[in-house]
């Protein structure tokens, strides 16, 4: 309707493979090639469900292929909301057990371990791929750059605590509303040092913030002796207060401090 060139789009083109090769497997179900080229354009149309399910069918068919598997183990955790633990990162290890040099499945090990704070195991996957990729290009340096920050976190101490909602203002929330839990410095810049993000039914949460969850270079919590640790019940899903959110904060403490009590029990004016 008025742009007659959208019918050649990529992404009209994209679509219409992807029908006409779902119409083909149906009729050849055991076409495990179909199945997974079926899986990547369900991932480059971000339908990861349905991505999912295809590399699913193309991993009963092909259970050696290494990178199918690591494409797998993608696919579900972008489906599971990029969550690596449980089966994303069983298919991860199969596939390095099978190609210990796949170049996917190494970043996504290193991805998981560096989620669980293994910070130790994350720099060793990652510095794997070093050889597997041209030493002078973006890759290298993006890789190394992953690297030295797990290295720099090694042996670094969290800042741990637990948040409660206030029982008197229960009925003010649902369950989806977003919590921001997050740490600034007590003498300087009010921008967050370390952000989680959380639901109201995940609370009470005991809660843990690093060095990793900064959102700025040069802002980490290990550079803020003191710090106060605030949670904030966002109704919008916003990182910025408004009327109407729910908030509370502790008192001043020490960044790697253990035991942090903070109650959401005020309303945002």
Known sequence: VGNPGAIDSPAVQLQTMVERLAAHLRENPDDSAGWKLLGRAYASLERFPEAADAYAKAAVRAPRDAQLLADFAEALAMARGRRLEGE????????????PQNLKALALAGTAAFARKEYAAAAAHWEKMLPLVPADSEDARSIQASVDEARALIGKKDLKGVVKLSPKLAGQVSPEDTVFIFA????????PLAVLRKQVRDLPLEFSLDDSMAMAPGMRLSGFPRVIVAARVSKSGEAAPRP????????PV??????VNVVIDRVVP
């Open 254 to 259: 020490a960044n790697d401090a253990e035991g």
């Open 184 to 191: 600034r410095a007590a003498d300087g810049p009010a921008m």
């Open 88 to 99: 994303p990162e069983q298919l991860i290890a199969r596939a390095l057990e099978l190609e």
């Open 244 to 251: 109407g959110d729910l908030q509370g904060s502790s008192a």
